[in-house]
């Protein structure tokens, strides 16, 4: 722990102010010289003569106006620089400081005109600035592949990450929304901005928190405040129409293709967007750094949408419409490790999985503000889905690990003919079970938010009214089709016993939602506002579920119709009805102090809950009450030491009800071996979220500093208790409250830039501790007990770039260290360990060719599945030509090209470790054709 605080000290004492307390200031406003509107984010530098050494350097502010410090006299001169602009430049020479501050005036900068005759210096664009809280990345200062999107650049910021999952981590904060010049891009899908933004139209990446609507509209903190990136593109390529066409094509049937064609005028914005691809929604990085992001079995995907946005000086309507379809073939193999008090039990599986879905989802937002003291925002939003699927499993349990025994245990799942190795695997065998599932599902839902908001005067009273109302229903057809076999277990003529399964399952729910809100917020003395807010919110749920016996019908299946008379074998006791109501009150008060240096929220909320359960199983019913109130603090805490510095606190917490399946005290055995029991006695869990951040940056060398602390303390988490039969290797769960499970993370980043600003730098470390508390089963007592497993971790990034007008040169490394605990099992613990090392080139050649390379070894060491122990040496390949003026692209990439790249995922908890390996295409070569369509104004783009 000692290492952490002083690598943390030493971020923290690189951070410098070169700004000279005596020095007169150089003021001046940027802004474009076709519109007259000032320039947010231009570099204006102060360059020391004759070797143009930089002296001290700024970035313009919202309006384009910027102070620049002057402390030495001599002879300088003023160079004024933004991507997209000619930049300008003037010399100034002082015998003497002047007594007082100098005035430039409106420096216009010149979208396409003839250079003024001075000397022009032009200057890299920063990679990277700082501003409170919001952190700006230039586009232009990381090289992509021409053509790429923006998922590609994403990959490349400093401090980001992307996990095996998609989701994506910038500073050690998750993005939620994606935003294009202020406004939701298909109300803020991340999957559809990362995939079709096109990098080339960008100019810079904002990272910010964004406030919810409540908050904006009456400065009452609800908590539900997102992370978001908001893309800015470049001046004069977001006016009249653009878009890009991308095709491709490649080796082992792969295929890409998308389109987007997009009219901005003012304040006005259309976007179409159409994909169809099946390399799981993959597009080529030649970056160095190590990609853990798995393609899990064969995705063929196809997605159409249109997106919109007007704005005027009293309405802004926005929304989107968008369809997506997939079609999935994963394949996986599986092995499972399950730890009970006295010893392990084994697993090993295969599963087919195909699955074909559609979905449309339309969601709106209109904000009308009839006078400076109103505002009513209206949001619906609605979707429909509909899904196929056809799984095949063939599983196994054994009471001794079968991969100590054979080679390919997944071979050995049922017997087979080798009869002296059957009998071997016979003294481990507990029982094998195959089984056919098919599935379709029809799935509807609608919500719709009205926001009043009322500023009483200007010193900031206002009342607002929230109101609004959900829809949820689904339909559901299930067929079960299994033969299980018990080792352990012998029938009435000394055989194993067998279990034949045929189950026909209709499944239907209904859910209805209603809210109503009041806030008011009262001055109380200058800066220093008394905020109250009252929230009812009332839930149904209906659920309906009917279970047949089909196991005299042979031939049977889940795409023919319903055989006749087929309701003559409902099984009584897996029929039931359920109602679910949930009352909440949701009552908060608020102090909030703001002031020049800092904000100060500190309130309480108080949450009354009743649920009411009704259910019928069979002939029985029962109905099950409960009520609960939760309370808790909420503190929000903002320093600012100045514009790119500051530190923020922020605590709150959260409750989460238990869904309703999980509260009927049925038994599902649909699954012989996984037979699941509801719990009504289950407590809603809440959870206490902390988060302590600072950053700060410095201009003039380009460096920041970004500290993240979090921690979540669930109370009441939910937890599966097993009973576990150990002549059937069946399980019963039924899900418990317990306590004990939370988890913590530090992340601290670094970037700098050197002198001369073509070398950048980046470090960032993270530690991170999960404390997981489950259930496991005690064999001696035939109870339950619990299991605590403790995971820390280390991780540290370390990069460099290069860059110049010919080539940009990357280096990465990464290393990750974790350390299980495991309470009861102490002999389970590993400390495996990751690490990475890569190079990646980029060269832009005469005749407008690019040549993109990258390399990187990603290394698992310390597991004890030896197969998890692993190099891979990853290397993508990217040979492109621009013809046409640069508006046409020809390109061939090449993926994984030594075919090293595996897909294999783990996952951990207290009484389950697993692994599982999924088919899919990783090494190929794709060829790609794009073009780039941009009209200005009425007149193509020259």
Not at 45 to 59: F, K, T
Not at 790 to 808: A, P, Q, W, Y
Request: charged share 25%; aromatic share 12%.
């Amino acid at each position: 722990m000692k290492n952490i605080y002083l690598i943390l000290f030493f971020f923290l004492s690189l951070h410098v102010n070169v700004l000279s307390q005596n020095a007169v200031t150089i003021k001046g406003v940027v802004s474009d010289s076709s519109t007259s509107i000032g320039i947010e984010y231009a570099t204006v530098q102060l360059l020391a003569m004759p070797d143009s050494s930089l002296v001290a350097g700024v970035v313009t502010k919202k309006d384009g106006s910027f102070s620049l410090p002057f402390s030495k006299a001599g002879s300088y001169c003023v160079v004024v620089s933004y991507i997209g602009y000619n930049s300008f430049s003037k010399n100034i020479y002082y015998k003497s400081l002047p007594k007082n501050d100098i005035h430039f005036g409106n420096l216009k900068l010149s979208f396409d005109a003839i250079m003024l005759d001075e000397a022009v210096v032009t200057a890299e664009a920063p990679p990277v600035k700082m501003e409170e809280d919001t952190v700006v990345y230039n586009a232009s200062a990381y090289k992509v592949t021409e053509g790429a999107v923006l998922e590609e650049l994403i990959e490349k910021l400093p401090g980001a990450e992307v996990d095996d999952d998609g989701k994506i981590k910038i500073n050690g904060r998750e993005l939620k929304k994606i935003m294009v010049d202020g406004k939701e891009f298909f109300g803020g899908d991340l999957k559809t901005g990362l995939q079709n933004l096109p990098v080339e139209l960008i100019d810079q990446l904002k990272t910010y928190s964004k406030e919810s609507d409540m908050e904006r509209m009456t400065g009452i903190d609800d908590g539900d405040d997102e992370v978001v990136l908001d893309i800015k593109f470049k001046k004069g390529k977001n006016k009249g129409w653009f878009g890009n066409l991308d095709v491709a094509g490649g080796t082992e049937e792969r295929y890409s293709s998308k389109a987007m064609l997009n009219r901005f005028i003012e304040n006005t914005q259309h976007s179409v967007v159409m994909s169809a691809n099946n390399v799981g929604d993959r597009n080529f990085s030649n970056s160095s750094r190590a990609n853990w992001k798995q393609n899990n079995g064969l995705l063929s995907s196809n997605n159409a949408g249109y997106n919109m946005a007007v704005k005027n000086e009293k309405l802004e309507i926005g929304g989107s419409i968008q369809w997506r379809g997939n079609d999935k073939d994963v394949r996986g193999i599986n092995s499972t490790e399950r730890f009970y008090s006295s010893k392990s039990t084994f697993s090993n599986s295969k599963n087919i999985n195909k699955s074909t879905s559609g979905n449309i989802k339309t969601d709106w937002r209109l904000e009308w503000k009839p006078n400076k003291f109103t505002t009513i925002l209206f949001r619906p939003s609605f979707s429909y889905s509909s899904d196929s699927n056809d799984q095949n499993n063939i599983s196994g349990s054994f009471n001794k690990n079968l991969e100590t025994l054979v080679d390919n245990p997944s071979d050995h799942i049922l017997p087979g003919d080798d009869e002296e190795l059957e009998q071997t695997l016979r003294e481990i065998r507990i029982n094998a079970s195959t089984v056919d599932n098919s599935s379709m599902n029809k799935r509807l839902n609608g919500s719709a938010s009205l926001m009043f908001n009322r500023k009483i005067g200007n010193n900031g009273r206002n009342i607002g009214l929230r109101f609004g109302a959900g829809i949820s229903d689904s339909d559901n057809s299930r067929f079960r089709d299994s033969e299980t076999t018990y080792y352990r277990l012998k029938d009435i003529y000394g055989r194993d016993s067998v279990a034949y399964r045929r189950q026909y399952i209709s499944t239907e729910t209904e859910s209805r939602n209603y809210s109503a809100q009041i806030t008011y917020s009262e001055p109380v003395v200058q800066s220093v506002f008394l905020q109250f807010s009252y929230q009812f919110l009332y839930k149904n749920s209906f659920s309906g579920k009917s279970t047949y016996d089909f196991i005299d019908y042979d031939d049977w299946s889940l795409e023919q119709e319903l055989p006749q008379g087929y309701e003559s074998y409902m099984i009584d006791s897996l029929g039931k009805d359920a109602d679910y109501k949930y009352f909440n009150h949701d009552v908060s008060m608020t102090v909030r102090v703001t002031k020049k240096k800092y904000k100060l929220s500190v309130g309480i909320t108080m949450q009354p809950q009743k649920s009411v359960l009704s259910y019928r199983l069979g002939e029985a019913y029962m109905d099950t009450t409960r009520q609960v109130f939760n309370f808790a603090p909420k503190i929000d805490f903002k320093y600012r030491f100045s514009k790119v510095s500051q530190l923020q606190f922020k605590y709150y917490g959260k409750s989460s009800q238990p869904d309703m399946e999980s509260m009927l005290p049925i038994e599902d055995n649909s699954n012989p071996l996984n037979i699941r029991v509801g719990n009504p006695g289950l407590l809603p869990s809440f959870s206490h979220n902390i988060r302590l951040g600072m950053n700060t940056y410095n201009n003039d060398h380009q460096r920041s500093v970004i500290i993240n602390a979090n921690a979540s303390i669930i109370q009441n988490s939910i937890s599966n208790s097993t009973m576990y039969n150990e002549e059937t290797g069946g399980r019963i769960t039924m899900p418990k409250n317990i306590n004990g499970n939370w988890n913590g993370n530090l992340s601290a980043g670094f970037n700098t830039a050197l002198k001369n600003k073509k070398f950048t730098i980046h470090a960032n470390t993270s530690f991170r501790y999960r404390n997981s508390v489950g259930y496991i089963y005690e064999s001696s007592s035939k109870s339950t007990m619990k299991n605590t497993l403790s995971e820390t971790g280390i991780t540290g990034h370390l990069s460099g770039v290069f860059r110049n007008d010919l080539m940009e040169l990357s280096a990465n490394s990464s290393i990750g260290y974790t350390f299980e605990k495991n309470k009861i099992y102490p002999e389970k613990n590993q400390e495996p360990y990751t690490y990475s090392y890569g190079l990646s080139a980029t060269f832009n050649l005469p005749w407008s060719i690019s040549v993109m390379s990258g390399i990187v070894n990603q290394c698992r060491r310390g597991y004890d599945d030896d197969y998890f122990n692993r190099d891979e040496l990853l290397w993508n390949a990217r040979l492109s030509k621009s013809f046409y003026k640069g508006r046409a692209i020809f390109s061939i990439e090449a993926y994984d090209m030594l075919a090293q790249k595996s897909n294999i995922s783990r996952s951990l908890n207290s009484n389950v470790r697993s692994i599982t390996e999924y088919n899919g295409v990783n090494s190929y070569v794709m060829a790609h054709f794009i073009y780039r369509y941009n009209v200005m104004g009425g007149k193509k783009k020259k």
